[in-house]
């Protein structure tokens, strides 16, 4: 009220002012001036009036306003939903990607050279074939050839050892002959020496008898030499023997390797050869792969390989799922860990895993180079915890539900399967847990269950327009506690 006095008091005074320099003013001019500025004062007071009643007015109107009476804040409260937590064993599941790879393959080469005169129908790629199956005919003619050469060769050397033999057996009985020839020598000898003491005998005789004696010991000897020299004639032969027989033996490989066999049942890969194709040995001609025998090569990370080793049943032989999606459908495949790789896969983070495909009766086959789904047991997690992936929080901390209220608690998380995770410590069995997401999560933030009563609030008049009849609201939105006062 004091205001509004004041701003009157101050508007008289101006007035006064202004009144007192106009009459001043009149005064001073002439007659017709002064009618003329006698209209413009009255003009000026009657703008001048309508400005002050205008003020005075807007006074009146802030002065008259109700004082704005403050809404007491509620705090949020979030409608959540919550699991009661338990400790039990569990054994998750793995799930990784794979691919199918041959368990044996084999590149056939050419081990003859020569012209290809027959190729089978089969040998195109993704043809099937059966073990021992013709694949490939080479001209047999210059093999023929050389296996007879061999034989004949063989029945040559033969011939001479046989001749060589009864060389031997010859010089053997004349060795015989001149040893007797020699023994009687020396009785001559001696017979003449006796006679030749009591002076009955000459001694030209004497010499005879020696130079005879001489001659006969020559002749054993040299039938001595010429048995040895028969002995090893015949040893060469013998040699040459086994060296043209091991020539018949190769002869009839190559003549054998002419035809190139499937060394198992399986699929051919790729080929490179025609009927009409001059080829060389070791020439690469068909590639293929055994049918029946097919792995899952896959990538577990060092801390998953660690974790099943450390297991009591370990990694090999440990049963996998194998499933390969073709046009929508899902085939699957089992499978069992058969080897670890040679080397660590550092270029993809972990360790190569090998598991052999067991052949099931499914509509379709596997071949190498599909993508694969992999479901592996991993080890027993003993009483652990197991939470929906959607409770854990920065990947260490859960919130726990004490008097409506949130309170976060650091874990130590174990593993995941799927959308769970396997909590190892920081709760305990029988805490309620929080299992919604809350972008505004913390400690102390206050929910409630989505089976807990509501208590009664103000209506919110915007919502109702901007709702259609019959929608109810959302429950996941935060809440007022109207409780809290």
Do not use: C
């Not at 002012?17 to 009255?42: E, H």
């Not at 007879?148 to 001749?163: C, D, M, P, S, Y």
């Not at 997401?437 to 009664?456: F, K, Q």
């Amino acid at each position: 009220m004091l205001d509004r006095a004041d701003n009157s008091n101050e508007a008289k005074v101006s007035t006064n002012i202004v009144a007192r320099s106009v009459k001043n003013k009149l005064l001073l001019l002439p007659k017709s001036a002064s009618v003329s500025l006698f209209r413009a004062v009255g003009q000026f007071f009657l703008m001048l009036l309508i400005l002050s009643g205008g003020f005075l007015g807007m006074n009146a109107l802030i002065a008259s306003k109700p004082e704005k009476k403050v809404r007491p804040i509620f705090p949020r409260v979030y409608t959540v939903e919550t699991v009661i937590v338990k400790s039990a064993d569990y054994q998750p599941i793995i799930s990784l990607y794979g691919e199918v790879v041959a368990g044996r393959s084999v590149d056939l080469r050419s081990l003859v050279s020569g012209q290809v005169i027959s190729v089978s129908p089969k040998l195109k790629s993704g043809g099937m074939v059966v073990k021992g199956e013709a694949l490939v005919e080479i001209d047999r003619f210059n093999y023929e050839g050389q296996l007879r050469e061999a034989k004949a060769n063989v029945a040559e050397t033969k011939a001479h050892i046989l001749e060589n033999e009864a060389g031997v057996r010859l010089e053997i009985t004349r060795l015989a002959s001149v040893k007797e020839q020699l023994a009687l020598a020396q009785k001559d000898l001696d017979r003449i020496q006796k006679l030749r003491k009591r002076g009955t005998a000459t001694s030209k005789q004497v010499e005879d008898k020696t130079l005879t004696l001489s001659q006969r010991r020559q002749s054993v000897e040299q039938s001595k030499v010429s048995i040895i020299t028969a002995k090893a004639k015949l040893a060469q032969q013998q040699a040459a023997l086994e060296r043209l027989t091991w020539k018949i033996e190769l002869s009839q490989r190559n003549l054998k390797d002419t035809v190139l066999l499937a060394p198992f049942s399986g699929i051919i890969r790729s080929t490179q050869v025609q009927a009409g194709k001059l080829v060389g040995a070791n020439d690469v001609l068909v590639s293929m792969y055994q049918s029946d025998f097919l792995e899952a090569r896959f990538i577990l990370t060092d801390e998953r390989f660690g974790r099943i080793q450390a297991d009591g049943d370990g990694l090999i032989d440990r049963p996998v799922t194998v499933a390969w999606t073709v046009g929508g459908k899902k085939y699957s495949y089992d499978a069992k860990i058969d080897r670890i790789g040679a080397e660590i896969a550092s270029t993809r983070g972990g360790v190569e895993v090998f598991a052999t495909i067991a052949q099931n009766n499914n509509d379709i086959a596997l071949r190498p180079g599909a993508f694969v789904d992999i479901n592996l047991a991993d080890r027993t997690f003993e009483n652990h915890i197991s939470l929906p992936d959607t409770a854990l929080y920065n990947g260490d901390t859960v919130y726990v539900v004490e008097s409506k209220k949130l309170v976060g608690k650091a874990v130590s998380v174990a593993s995941f399967d799927g959308e769970t995770v396997l909590i190892e410590s920081g709760i305990s069995a029988g805490d309620e847990v929080l299992t919604t997401r809350i972008s505004e999560v913390s400690n102390g933030l206050r929910i409630r269950g989505e089976d807990d009563p509501v208590r009664a609030r103000p209506t919110d008049r915007r919502s109702k327009r901007n709702k259609p009849n019959g929608e109810k609201p959302n429950d996941k939105r935060p809440e007022r506690d109207n409780s809290a006062n």
